[in-house]
Structures are given as structure tokens and as C-alpha cells.
């Protein structure tokens, strides 16, 4: 069965890296296009890698018609997004690439983005969207938020650990560099190559951060109790990829061991032997996600390393896996491509 599949939002770079996953999808088929800002122009303008694909021209997203789809990527900005979403029908199925819908509270939604949230009602519907923990909810879901990267990245880390109790709750430290392409496509002086090459930088210090909320309700939700991470993003010279270092109190044995019976049936997540560290490299242009742990040489405490690819494992590809999930499909579909390597 081929499903019928609209992006809003294409003209971005997680828009642009669902077109290129959507491409060799078997059973997904591409039949609108909307960036209200490049309404009128080709794909191919707007990204020329897609040139060799038969695209649908951009448009507004109003000019949609819905009628003809089954599930509508949304790949637009936080509070843009629940904006357009409340105006969609009720009839398709929605996967969002935004922040609008991952944090259950609408409290502590205004607390990290700065804004009420304007559709409340739609926000009690949505399933958060980190797909190997909540497989049966996506499944049946109409809305999927999708988490942020960094979000996902530090949670296929503590998830597993947290569950097996194998790790002291109150001393978990999470520094994480992000490719510059999770800064997003629009212009902005820090981005720029002469402010960005050579060089990299820590933001958002000291927990404000605003994926800190994702790891404060799904941590505390898992424990039972309040969890607070302390967590540092850098911002990297490189375009795409993730990697997380996380310190942990805990025998680094019991964490490998929990590591591996968490995602020993998971295809698109490889614990790596003990001491083996991830490269971002390894995971360049895939949805795959590689973890390592490692012994600290101070008694008791071990490091555990992840790597992803921001644009795929950490958006795009997450969502597509949710909406193979969400038609029926194999959550595997469209996804297994190599990584780009070197």
C-alpha cells in the first residue's frame, strides 16, 4: 500500500533531509510540498542535491489539499507550528519535527519557550515521540511529537540506566556537541564560517537549555522522583552529528550490561564492545545511534559515549520511524542506509 505524505516545512534542513529519506521509501510517496516563504519554486532550487528526484513544486501550506493525505510531516518552527497544526484536519495522521508538542505541561512549555501554548487541546493528544520507548503509543496515535536531539541523544543513554537502578540519580553530568546544522537553516552571525570554523563553544550553560525539559519530565517520569541532569551543549565546527559524553556514579559492568539488554533487539541502536568509543563519523547520514562505555579510573564511576546524526536519528529518520509506526508499516522502512563515510 502506498501512502500519500505531505511536509510543511520542506525548505529547511530537516524538511530537505525528509525528502531524501522519503525518496527510497517503499511504501511513502511525496505528494505536496509547502515553505510559504519558497512558495512558487521547485525543490531543486531551494536544495539542488534533490535535483535528480520528481518533486512536487513548493507551496503554501495552505494550499494543501489534505483530502489527498495520509500523514503530514511538520517541520516548521516552535510556535509556528501548533499554529498550523490546530488549522489541519482532524483526518490525518501528524508527525512534528517541532519543540510545540513535546512538553506535556503547558506550564513548563511557557517556562522553556517563553510563550502560552496555543492549542492546549491538541497537546493532550500527542505522543512523545522517542520511538523505542513508546512503540504501542505511537502506533496508535494521530499526533507524534518528535523529541530534540539532544533530548534523544542523552536519553538512549539514561533511559536504560535509570530503569535498572544502576546508577546514582543525583550525579549525572551530560556534555554534548551538536553539528551546526541543529542550529537550523536561518541566517545568523554565530554561524557564520568565519565565527564558526576553527573554533567551538559551550551555550546554554548552566541548565537553560531548553531540551533540559525533555530530560526533566521524561527522567522524572521513569524514576519516579525528580531527576535533574547536569547538562552542557557545545556547538561544533562540523555540519551534522552528535556526541554525548555522560559521567555517571555506577560499576561501568552493570551499565554495559543494562545497555545491551535495553537494546539488544533494537535496529537502529549498537551498544559497542566495552571500552569502544563512538565517532560521529560511523553515523553520518544514518539513522543508527552508537553507544559505548568505558571504566573511569577513578572506582565507581563509568563514561558512556553516544553518537547520532542530529538531521536523522535525532529528527527526520526518528520521524519517519514513527510513521511507519503510525501506518502500519515496518518501523525498519526507508531506513537502513549506510552511513556516509569518511
Not at 164 to 184: E, K, N, P
Not at 225 to 235: C, D, E, G, I, M
Not at 327 to 338: K, S
Request: net charge negative; charged share 20%; aromatic share 8%.
Amino acid at each position: 500500500m502506498t501512502h500519500s505524505i505531505a511536509i510543511i516545512g520542506a525548505s529547511g534542513y530537516t524538511g530537505a533531509e525528509l525528502v531524501r529519506i522519503i525518496a527510497t521509501h517503499p511504501s511513502f510517496e511525496i505528494k505536496a510540498l509547502a515553505a510559504n516563504s519558497k512558495a512558487g519554486q521547485p525543490m531543486a532550487s531551494v536544495f539542488p542535491h534533490l535535483r535528480h528526484l520528481d518533486l512536487p513544486d513548493l507551496v503554501t501550506w495552505e494550499e494543501i489539499d489534505f483530502d489527498q493525505i495520509d500523514l503530514c510531516f511538520c517541520a516548521l518552527p516552535h510556535k509556528t507550528s501548533q499554529e498550523v497544526i490546530s488549522k489541519l484536519p482532524k483526518s490525518i495522521k501528524i508527525v512534528d519535527l517541532s519543540a510545540d508538542f513535546r512538553l506535556r505541561d503547558p506550564a513548563e512549555y511557557e517556562k522553556w519557550y517563553g510563550n502560552p501554548h496555543a492549542a492546549p487541546e491538541i497537546q493532550k493528544e500527542a505522543v512523545y515521540g522517542l520511538t523505542e520507548f513508546y512503540r504501542e503509543e505511537i502506533a496508535g496515535a494521530r499526533l507524534v511529537a518528535g523529541t530534540g536531539c539532544n533530548a534523544a541523544t542523552g536519553q538512549f543513554i539514561l533511559r536504560p540506566l535509570i530503569s535498572a537502578g544502576v546508577i546514582d540519580l543525583d550525579d549525572i553530568i551530560l556534555d554534548l556537541q551538536c553539528g551546526v546544522s541543529g542550529a537550523g537553516r536561518s541566517l545568523k552571525e554565530n554561524l557564520l564560517h568565519a565565527e564558526l570554523s576553527e573554533g567551538t563553544n559551550a551555550y546554554a550553560v548552566g541548565g537553560t537549555h531548553r531540551h533540559q525539559g525533555e530530560f526533566d519530565q521524561e527522567f522524572s517520569k521513569l524514576a519516579g522522583r525528580a531527576v535533574k541532569v547536569q547538562f552542557t551543549p557545545h556547538l561544533g565546527p562540523f555540519n551534522r552529528g552528535i556526541l554525548a559524553t555522560c559521567y555517571v556514579k555506577g560499576e561501568a559492568d552493570a551499565v554495559l550490561a543494562s545497555l545491551q539488554a535495553a537494546y539488544a533487539d533494537e535496529p537502529f541502536i549498537s551498544v559497542l564492545p566495552k571500552g569502544e568509543t563512538p565517532s560521529t563519523h560511523h553515523v553520518r547520514g544514518s539513522n543508527f545511534c552508537h553507544i559505548g562505555v568505558s571504566g573511569d579510573r577513578i572506582p565507581g564511576r563509568a563514561i558512556i559515549v553516544a553518537a547520532l546524526d542530529n538531521l536523522c536519528k535525532g529528527s527526520s529518520g526518528q520521524a519517519v520511524q514513527n510513521a511507519n509506526l503510525m501506518l502500519g508499516e515496518d518501523e525498519r522502512a526507508g531506513l537502513m542506509l549506510a552511513p556516509c563515510f569518511p
